[in-house]
């Protein structure tokens, strides 16, 4: 056992990264050999989203791939784990019969004992309770040293008609408090410069276990510990309230660059969602942050073609967006899926035409990233550095505006040699395929 070589795959979403994390720090305490890539292992642990369509065949393609490698002797078992296994669990053996164990989303601590037992020939099918209250595990960091992820929370309570979370992840689970800090603090000793804070939703963090919103507490705890920056990730409109934004506007940690996802601004459609507030909330809100906080930078997710939209629907989202100028925006077309509400709806929207309306929206949406582009010509920014780019021949790097996978970089040159984790003031001066370029200034680091 203790000679095994184990590889991860981890797909999806970040909070699928920490299990991914977790189950590797599990298998290199138990003496297992940690290989970054698949060739050569004896265990290959793929850990899958089942969120959309695209995430689906991500993963199988992922699985099939190493089938590949398996019937060629590069590879010796394949485990698969995560949503789509959650998702699949009664589907996945008897269709890819190249898959020699699965686990679901509950049973993450039970990843050594699964690779043992595939060792010895077993067919694992581990599938732990969803709702059970979240272990506290160790994690190997494979972000770059300067980010990392903290997950505050598991699960989901806002039942989306179109969301299959709840029936994947659970109910919400907030972590307590002091795993949370301890977690914080570890990471913030490593020398990690950016803490993302996660969760499928973080805004409703400690009210199932402490029976209140504890967010704007947990921000400034972490804002006194060594992080240079604070970024915050999906913050649900309808929890925000006067303590969270102020916590947001003191704390100069805290990047003003919120992700809210709102799916949608009709009333009709956002009833259809079950989401809660209706397009006067949403527009009420949005020019409060704005007002309150200079220069933000707004994230969110869009639906085109739920049941129900028609055109005019269709065309009161694009007047939105036009007029609320929300930054940075992922368009995804509405797919059905099995064990939701909006599955069962009437008044289907082609999936043609449902596509059809996602790639307007990104052309609505890519209009006002040009403007947004414009506006920062000349502007100097902080730069967080991540290397060199030898296809630019300059270095790349994101400020508070770019989060780390979902959002572009900036492309920058400078006079001097900069380490990737450094801080560096950048004058904007360009775009490079609606990305923008610039020139580090000649001063000091900031660290």
Request: charged letters at 30%.
């Amino acid at each position: 056992m203790s000679q095994a070589k184990v590889s991860f795959i981890s797909l999806g979403c970040a909070k699928n990264l920490v299990n991914t994390e977790q189950m590797m720090a599990l298998c290199r305490d138990a003496g297992l050999t940690l290989l970054s890539e698949p060739e050569g292992a004896d265990v290959v642990v793929v850990n899958t989203c089942g969120f959309i369509d695209s995430a689906k065949e991500e993963a199988i393609d992922n699985i099939l791939a190493m089938g590949e490698l398996k019937k060629r002797g590069k590879i010796r078992k394949i485990l698969v784990t995560g949503c789509l296994s959650q998702r699949y669990k009664d589907e996945i053996l008897d269709s890819m019969p190249e898959v020699d164990g699965i686990m679901g989303t509950g049973s993450y601590g039970e990843i050594v004992d699964a690779v043992d037992e595939v060792l010895a020939d077993g067919k694992p099918h581990r599938f732990g309770s969803i709702h059970a209250p979240i272990e506290e595990l160790d994690r190997v960091i494979t972000t770059p040293p300067y980010t990392a992820y903290l997950r505050i929370a598991e699960g989901c309570d806002n039942h989306c008609a179109f969301c299959v979370i709840p029936s994947l992840r659970g109910k919400y689970r907030s972590r307590t408090w002091e795993s949370v800090l301890a977690e914080a603090k570890k990471l913030a000793d490593m020398g990690v410069q950016e803490i993302i804070v996660i969760a499928q939703d973080i805004t409703r963090y400690g009210t199932d276990n402490y029976g209140k919103r504890r967010l704007p507490e947990l921000i400034h705890e972490l804002c006194k510990l060594n992080f240079h920056w604070v970024r915050l990730h999906y913050l649900y409109p309808d929890e925000f309230d006067e303590e969270l934004i102020d916590a947001i506007t003191t704390e100069p940690k805290v990047l003003k660059y919120l992700d809210i996802p709102i799916q949608h601004c009709n009333d009709k459609i956002l009833a259809a969602m079950n989401r809660r507030g209706d397009k006067a909330y949403l527009t009420a809100l949005l020019q409060k942050l704005r007002a309150r906080i200079p220069g933000l930078v707004l994230r969110t997710s869009i639906i085109t073609g739920l049941p129900g939209e028609g055109e005019a629907e269709f065309e009161e989202l694009c007047d939105f967006l036009r007029e609320v100028k929300i930054e940075r925006a992922g368009v995804f077309p509405y797919s059905p899926e099995d064990g939701t509400a909006a599955a069962k709806m009437e008044n289907r929207v082609d999936a043609d035409e449902a596509r059809r309306r996602a790639e307007l929206l990104v052309d609505v949406q890519s209009r006002v990233m040009d403007a947004y582009n414009e506006r920062m010509q000349g502007e100097v920014v902080e730069v967080l550095c991540e290397g060199f780019d030898s296809a630019s021949m300059g270095y790349i790097g994101r400020s508070y505006a770019e989060s780390v996978d979902i959002d572009g970089k900036i492309y920058f040159s400078s006079e001097r040699d900069l380490d990737a984790g450094k801080f560096v003031n950048v004058r904007i001066t360009g775009t490079m395929d609606g990305e923008l370029t610039g020139e580090a200034l000649q001063e000091a680091d900031r660290i």
